[in-house]
C-alpha cells in the first residue's frame, strides 16, 4: 500500500487561506469517509486536527477544516496564524488488511 | 485525563528485537471504550501504522511489519508492549503509542511523545 499523496509543502501569509490536498486511491480515500489529518511541530508528537473527513475534536481551533471530492481530501487552515506553521499528515483507514495509510506530510510555512 | 507514555530502550542491535512499552493513566486499558497501537516516524520521514490490539484481545497489524511484529497487552500493570523481531537499521525511528476509540476507531485520538529508537551495532 502506497503513501497517500501529499504537497511536499505550502506558504502563506498570517490571514491567508491555505489548502492541502491528500490524494489517494478508490481503496482508501475514495472509498471511506475515514481522513483525518494530524499537526506536528518540530520534535514534538502528532496531533489530530481533523477525524471522519470533516469532524473536528473538541478544542481545535474552527479556522481547520476538512473535505473530500472523490479520491482527494483536503486540509484547509483559514486565518493562517503564526502557530500553525508545522509539518501536517493525513491519514485513511483503507480496510482490514491495510488498515491505515498515512500521507507523504506537507510542511506549511507561514 | 488519558495519558500515554512510552518507554523502552534507546539502542537496540541489528537483528535483535526491538521492546516497547506504552504506560496509560487515566483509563484502564482493558476498558471496552478504547483501541491501543503503535506508529512510528523515521528521522525526516513520514508516519507509519505498526499494530492495533483491543482489550478483546483482537490484534490488528500492518501488512509490512506483521511477520516481525507483536502486539500485547498487560492489564494488571495497565500497559500495553511492541515486539519488533531482527530489526535493520530501517526500523530506526520515533515510535510512538496512541490510542483510538472503539466506537471511532478510524484516527488517532491521543498520543504518547515518542521515544526514539536506534538501531545500530
Known amino acids: 500500500q502506497s503513501a497517500l499523496t501529499q504537497p511536499r509543502s505550502v506558504s502563506g501569509s498570517p490571514g491567508q487561506s491555505v489548502t492541502i490536498s491528500c490524494t489517494g486511491t478508490n481503496s482508501d480515500v475514495g472509498r471511506y469517509n475515514y481522513v483525518s489529518w494530524y499537526q506536528q511541530h518540530p520534535g514534538k508528537a502528532p496531533k489530530v486536527l481533523i477525524f471522519d473527513v470533516s469532524k473536528r475534536p473538541s478544542g481545535v481551533p474552527h479556522r481547520f477544516s476538512g473535505s473530500k471530492s472523490g479520491n482527494t481530501a483536503s486540509l484547509t487552515i483559514s486565518g493562517l496564524q503564526a502557530e500553525d506553521e508545522a509539518d501536517y499528515y493525513c491519514?485513511?483507514?483503507?480496510?482490514?488488511?491495510?488498515?491505515?495509510?498515512f500521507g507523504t506530510g506537507t510542511k506549511v510555512t507561514v | 485525563q488519558l495519558q500515554l507514555q512510552e518507554s523502552g530502550p534507546g539502542l537496540v542491535n541489528p537483528s535483535e528485537t526491538l521492546s516497547l512499552t506504552c504506560t496509560v493513566s487515566g483509563v484502564s486499558v482493558s476498558s471496552n471504550s478504547y483501541y491501543w497501537g503503535w506508529i512510528r516516524q523515521p528521522p525526516g520521514k513520514g508516519l507509519e501504522w505498526i499494530a492495533n490490539i483491543h482489550y478483546s484481545g483482537s490484534t490488528y497489524y500492518s501488512p509490512s511489519l506483521k511477520s516481525r511484529v507483536t502486539i500485547s497487552m498487560h492489564s494488571s500493570k495497565n500497559q500495553f508492549s511492541l515486539n519488533l523481531y531482527s530489526v535493520t537499521a530501517a526500523d530506526t525511528a520515533v515510535y510512538y503509542c496512541a490510542t483510538l476509540r472503539s466506537q471511532d476507531p478510524y484516527y488517532f485520538a491521543y498520543g504518547g511523545q515518542g521515544t526514539l529508537v536506534t538501531v545500530s551495532s
Open positions: 491519514c485513511s483507514y483503507a480496510g482490514s488488511y491495510t488498515h491505515y495509510v
